[in-house]
């Protein structure tokens, strides 16, 4: 039987990225997605069955812990199995203290954090009778060094990391890894509406000289999921050209 990744907000980006590369690995790919359905979900569901694998999409926000329930839970049910959980799902409102508003924090850390505890939580209790399971969330750099303007934004990803250690301390006994990538600059719909200059300002400040791609994360996170790292748990793993050192 196939091995069962559950991406969420993997319907685009760099979720999207994750579940098109780990379908290529073998996995069955449950996307969470919240919103409404269009036509880019039948081509993605296409171009992932095309590796023999199963695909499903399973709707729910992830700030909403009944919603995680659920959308965990059909996944098992209609996969079979929960193997890997990738927290992607996240968004950003980003602002100066002095200005944000209160929706603006607690939306954030909502989504960001809050969510990554509501999906992780339900699936935790199948991987532990399961006795194997990895997890890998999404933090980034901004949790590690901050960024003016992104207080919110900066504090869920902080709490992403403080998480992902103690949980890999609890679940450790049972055989299930937990581990965080840490993103850069990474070439998305975001940093897309970037004007040039502004661009080529910031891939001057990266050692590497470039921003990283979604590609750069998913084989980041293929290789946190698979056995060659089966002595890695509790890591945070910068994929930044080395703008963290």
């Not at 359905?37 to 171009?47: H, M, T």
């Not at 001057?204 to 996170?221: E, F």
């Not at 748990?233 to 703008?243: A, N, P, S």
Request: proline residues 1%; glycine residues 8%.
């Amino acid at each position: 039987m196939s091995k069962v990744a559950l991406i969420t907000g993997g319907s685009r980006g760099i979720g999207k990225e994750i579940a098109l590369t780990l379908a290529k690995e073998g996995y069955d790919i449950s996307i969470n997605y919240i919103g409404e359905k269009d036509s880019s979900f039948d081509e993605l569901q296409k171009e992932i069955e095309q590796n023999n694998v199963k695909c499903i999409f399973v709707s729910g926000d992830v700030s909403k812990f009944e919603d995680a329930e659920k959308f965990v839970k059909e996944t098992i049910d209609k996969l079979g199995s929960l193997d890997v959980l990738v927290n992607n799902a996240g968004i950003t409102r980003d602002m100066l203290l002095m200005r944000m508003k209160e929706e603006d924090f607690t939306s954030v850390i909502d989504v960001n954090l809050v969510g990554t505890f509501n999906v992780t939580k339900n699936a935790i209790n199948y991987m532990m009778k399961a006795r194997s399971g990895c997890i890998v969330s999404l933090a980034s750099v901004v949790g590690i060094a901050g960024n003016a303007g992104q207080t919110n934004y900066s504090a869920s990803k902080a709490g992403i990391i403080g998480f992902t250690k103690s949980l890999a301390k609890e679940v450790a006994s049972r055989n299930i890894r937990v581990n965080a990538v840490a993103p850069g600059f990474i070439q998305t719909n975001m940093t897309a509406v970037l004007k040039d200059d502004v661009k080529d300002e910031i891939a001057k400040s990266i050692p590497l000289k470039r921003m990283g791609t979604p590609k750069d994360v998913a084989n980041a996170v293929k290789f946190l999921v698979s056995d060659d790292s089966s002595y890695i748990t509790g890591q945070v793993l910068h994929i930044d050209g080395g703008m963290l050192m």
